[in-house]
């Protein structure tokens, strides 16, 4: 920790820090307030020449930076750029009833995220299971090598080994010859990394289950259904398949989400992007805690087999490992869906000044 404090203290002075440019979520919050106040305002050809106007004001306030392109996306949120006369009025240095044609497309981007945000919570549901359930499973199992006993929950760290023996071959081997095949410089595009990641997190659910199965079978024949703080001979490393295509899972899905998110967040909101990368593993596991809760009492209402008890060996795990692997799927499908709907940011790189303002003097002019 010394040698590695030493570097970072060695690293501060060539650091670049970026000035703070005010609050993402302010900036929506404005958006969705000019919006509100504009409810009733048209936005159809008759008031082009009011927003065009606010598209060049745009131009002089921000220069040369990258603008997105008009989308018909979301249209109502268009009514914040339409100036009337009390914003023409208005001297405060913030109006809160009128936006750039630019603030409102980013709030367009970031909305145009959330339905593919919602979609990969269920991959923070399974995500869970690794430190809670699966740690579980093996505290019950043959922790053993010779004398020495391997703490159950230690086993996490095959997830972290294998990305970490995963992710070079990703970028040296399957990268290059993705690259030759779609002609994408990444390889894949971030979506589809995500959904190959999706897809293996069901076969680990699916391995779960299996296992979880196996387990049951174990104690049943040696009799241990009623000891549970018996040890079933049963291998901790039984596990190890389910903990190792969680890392491969997160090879593609978790890395994938966080390229995705913060790429395809507006330039001003990067920050924003890593926040929604990480919001989906924290929601995800309240998620999870939701599912396992209402689980639990259906369970035990319907036949008095309840899925989750202090005993192990009682519980139905195998139950719960099909559930999440059903619900997964499910998901899956209705990813593929929102992922072929997707289109990527429309946004046009170091626009200047010149251009876009001839841009802006030719809407005006039709």
């Not at 972290?160 to 290059?176: M, N």
């Not at 490393?237 to 389910?242: E, S």
């Not at 295509?245 to 978790?254: H, K």
């Amino acid at each position: 920790m010394s040698i590695a404090l030493f570097i970072f203290l060695c690293g501060t002075r060539f650091y670049r820090h970026k000035l703070p440019s005010g609050s993402a979520l302010t900036r929506i919050i404005h958006v969705f307030v000019a919006t509100f106040h504009k409810w009733n305002v048209s936005t159809s050809h008759q008031e082009k020449r009011k927003v065009a106007a606010a598209t060049e004001r745009e131009v002089l306030k921000f220069g040369s930076r990258r603008q997105y392109l008009l989308t018909d996306q979301f249209r109502f949120l268009d009514k914040a750029t339409v100036e009337d006369e009390l914003d023409r009025e208005c001297k405060a240095t913030r109006n809160w009833r009128l936006c750039t044609v630019q603030e409102v497309q980013e709030v367009k981007a970031v909305l145009g995220l959330s339905p593919i945000w919602m979609s990969c919570l269920i991959f923070g549901v399974v995500f869970a299971q690794s430190s809670t359930f699966f740690t579980k499973q093996g505290a019950t199992m043959d922790r053993k090598i010779g004398h020495f006993e391997i703490p159950a929950a230690s086993f996490q760290c095959f997830i972290s080994l294998s990305i970490i023996l995963l992710l070079p071959i990703y970028d040296r081997i399957f990268v290059p010859i993705a690259r030759n095949l779609t002609g994408n410089e990444r390889g894949i595009t971030f979506l589809q990394r995500i959904g190959t990641g999706m897809l293996i997190s069901i076969l680990s659910m699916i391995v779960a289950a299996l296992t979880e199965i196996k387990r049951i079978k174990v104690a049943k024949d040696n009799g241990l259904v009623d000891k549970p703080n018996a040890t079933i001979p049963l291998s901790i490393f039984q596990l190890l398949p389910q903990y190792m295509l969680f890392g491969i899972a997160d090879v593609f899905t978790m890395v994938g989400m966080q390229e995705y998110f913060y790429d395809q967040m507006p330039d001003t909101m990067k920050t924003l992007g890593i926040a929604v990368y990480l919001s989906v593993l924290g929601v995800g596991s309240f998620l999870s805690s939701i599912i396992i809760l209402v689980t639990e009492k259906l369970s035990c209402r319907s036949n008095g087999s309840c899925w989750f008890v202090d005993n192990l060996n009682k519980a139905h795990l195998d139950y719960f490992y099909w559930l999440l692997a059903s619900l997964s799927a499910i998901n899956f499908c209705i990813y593929i869906f929102l992922a072929n709907c997707y289109k990527y940011k429309n946004a046009q790189n170091n626009i200047s000044y010149q251009e876009e303002s001839c841009r802006a003097r030719t809407i005006l002019a039709s």
